[in-house]
Structure formats: structure tokens, C-alpha cells
């Protein structure tokens, strides 16, 4: 028996969706969760705003949520759902809010949870329903069970994670994404590659995540030189964002591999943008990956457009420059950190310790 793929999201996609979508099926009351900038600036809280407005829900808007969030802020979010009493939460932005939120549904349908207790907790009561609008093509958060919180207790990122936290709806409006800054647009493209890529090498992928991988590598791969060059037009918006969705799907089946867990550390002490930090190891999976499946690397640089993984890497850093270069003794403590991530030994290339430092070293100063 295998469990080939479980995805309760309803996905809904076209210019003008959230105008149009009937928010009113999930209760009278929300909690809006998004960060300062990016949910003003795409135009998405205001269309939000109307469309709640349209059906007299009440709802007041949590906007604290920082890049990277620590548990305690999706404490906070969670308590002011309870105070708003809310049915509901919208989430907006990219995956700092969108992962937030799913711990505030959390926190919000558990009172007893804490921010010490939210990873071992139980789980007692069904967290509030998420109707997620991601503001950014790269998380995939909109269709996954998983947040992805900065936990200072562990020093690292850490994954909540449950089928509870599936949203039950993804909102997808290109037009959000308009307003990215260029190299969030082309880090966050590269977060979602790396997840149908780090999917379509794990040791869990099915036939139907693979289907999904080999999709989304297609859509985003051939963007990357487009993204490059700064040239982003609606149609190619779409793909990205269709892409990021279903590089969702597929860890939603496969979780993520050592390219994350690598990621992590240089996020957490060195602040490089998530998509950024998997840049700096994607290229290595594809190396590392020629010793077990020949077959599935030449597939997947076909898919993304390109020969050879030395061509594949150039193209990865004409995108995401990677030029961040580290003190011998940090880059070693993050080769030990992402050496013991939790999803370091879940691809079908299993790194072994010399690989881990490999990693590492070409970025010491
Ligand atoms: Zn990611």
C-alpha cells in the first residue's frame, strides 16, 4: 500500500479572485495575519478589506508578522484571534505571514498551548480554517500543512507541522507579485524550484508528486533566465506562481531535504532570505544526486532548460549570486546545524559527514 498523494486545499487562480470569492462560507468574524509592507503594497489588503466588507464580516488585522517569525509572534497572532473571536483567518503575504498564521490558528484553537509547548502540545481542539493569499511566487505555504517559525530556544527554524494546517483555500492573483522587489522575486523563485526539485529526489516522492515535480521544474526552470535578466511579464507571473503552488504539492507529499536544512543556519545567523540560502546548496543536490539516479538528474535539467549541472549552477547564480562568504568557524558550526536537520537524510542521496562540510567550505572567506 502507498499513500500516493493527500491535498484537502482548494486552489482557486485568476486575476480578481479574492473580489470574487464568497469569504462569508467560513463564519461573520476574522482575523486578517500579514506582515507591514508586502500585503498594502501588492493591493492585496485592500481587496481583502472590500471583499470582507462586501459581506459584513467583522475583522480586525494582525500586521506584525517579521521575516522569519518567532513562535511568540504567532502567540500574539493567535490571541488576537481569540480577542477578535475569530471563525476565520486570512492570510496574506509571502510565506512569513502564510506560515504565521497557521501557527496562530494553532495557538487561537489551543489555550493551552505556549510558546514552549507549541512543537510537543498536544493538539486539542481543530485549528480556525486559513484562506491563504501568497503575495510572493516561492513558499507554496498556501498549500501545504507545514510552518516554518524561527524558534530561538533551538537556535534554528523549526517545522510545525500537521495535516490540521492545510488552508482550506489558496487565493492566487499574479497581479500580487507585481510589487516584489527583483531579487525577492528571483530568491523566492528559487525556493520554489528547489522544493519540486528536493521533492522529485526524496526518498517519499510517488508517482504523483513526481508528476507534480517535473511540472513545476518546467515552469519555473525556464523562467529563471527571464528572472535573471529582470524581465517579468504577466504570463510568466502566472507560471511562477502556478509553479511555486504545485513545488507546495509536492513537499506537501515528499517534505524537503538537505538543501533546507542547510538553508536554515544561513537564515537564522547570517539573515540571507530563505530563497537565497537554498541557492547556495541546490546545486550541490544535483551533484550529489548523479551518483544514485543518473536518469533523474538529466531529467531534471532537461526540464529546467539546460545540459549539464555545471550550466545549471550558472544559471542559479545569475539569479541568486550567493556571494556571501562566512568565517571558517561560523561556516563550520552551520555545516554541524545543517548536518543534523531534520529532513538532511530524506533524499535519496543521503550526505554523508565529509559532504556536509564540502558544502560549507567553498564559502569561507
Ligand atoms: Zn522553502
Request: aromatic share 10%.
Amino acid at each position: 500500500m502507498e499513500n500516493l498523494f493527500f491535498n484537502p486545499t482548494k486552489v482557486i487562480f485568476g486575476r480578481g479572485c479574492v473580489g470574487e470569492y464568497d469569504f462569508s462560507a467560513h463564519g461573520k468574524r476574522c482575523l486578517i495575519v500579514c506582515g507591514g509592507k508586502s500585503a498594502r503594497l501588492s493591493g492585496a489588503l485592500d481587496d481583502v478589506r472590500n471583499a470582507l466588507g462586501k459581506f459584513n464580516i467583522a475583522f480586525s488585522v494582525f500586521d506584525r508578522v517579521e521575516q522569519n517569525p518567532t513562535v511568540e509572534t504567532c502567540h500574539a497572532a493567535g490571541e488576537a484571534a481569540r480577542e477578535q473571536k475569530a471563525e476565520f483567518i486570512v492570510a496574506v503575504g509571502g510565506g512569513s505571514p502564510l506560515d504565521a498564521s497557521k501557527a496562530a490558528a494553532y495557538f487561537a484553537a489551543n489555550v493551552h498551548l505556549t510558546p514552549e509547548t507549541l512543537y510537543n502540545g498536544e493538539c486539542r481542539a481543530k485549528p480556525l480554517p486559513i484562506v491563504a493569499i501568497p503575495t510572493t511566487a516561492g513558499t507554496g505555504s498556501e498549500v501545504t500543512q507545514y510552518a516554518v517559525l524561527t524558534n530561538h530556544r533551538i537556535s534554528n527554524k523549526q517545522t510545525l507541522k500537521s495535516p490540521l494546517l492545510f488552508p482550506v483555500t489558496a487565493l492566487l492573483d499574479a497581479e500580487y507579485t507585481v510589487t516584489l522587489p527583483p531579487h525577492i522575486a528571483n530568491a523566492t523563485a528559487v525556493d520554489a524550484l528547489s522544493h519540486a526539485i528536493e521533492g522529485y529526489f526524496s526518498k517519499s516522492a510517488t508517482t504523483v508528486s513526481d508528476a507534480l515535480a517535473e511540472k513545476a521544474m518546467f515552469m519555473i526552470g525556464r523562467a529563471l533566465p527571464s528572472l535573471a535578466e529582470g524581465r517579468l511579464d504577466a504570463a510568466l507571473r502566472e507560471r511562477l506562481l502556478v509553479g511555486s503552488m504545485l513545488g507546495g504539492m509536492v513537499i506537501s507529499v515528499t517534505g524537503t531535504s538537505f538543501v533546507h536544512s542547510f538553508g536554515y543556519p544561513l537564515t537564522y545567523y547570517e539573515n540571507i532570505p530563505h530563497g537565497e540560502a537554498n541557492a547556495y546548496f541546490l546545486p550541490d543536490l544535483l551533484n550529489y544526486a548523479m551518483r544514485v539516479s543518473e536518469n533523474r538528474v538529466n531529467r531534471t535539467l532537461r526540464l529546467c532548460g539546460v545540459k549539464t549541472c555545471d550550466e545549471f549552477f550558472e544559471l542559479i547564480r545569475r539569479v541568486c549570486p550567493c556571494d556571501k562568504l562566512f568565517e571558517r568557524e561560523d561556516a563550520m558550526k552551520y555545516a554541524r546545524v545543517g548536518e543534523n536537520g531534520a529532513s538532511t537524510r530524506r533524499g535519496i542521496y543521503e550526505p554523508t559527514h565529509d559532504d556536509c562540510y564540502d558544502m560549507l567550505r567553498k564559502y569561507i572567506k
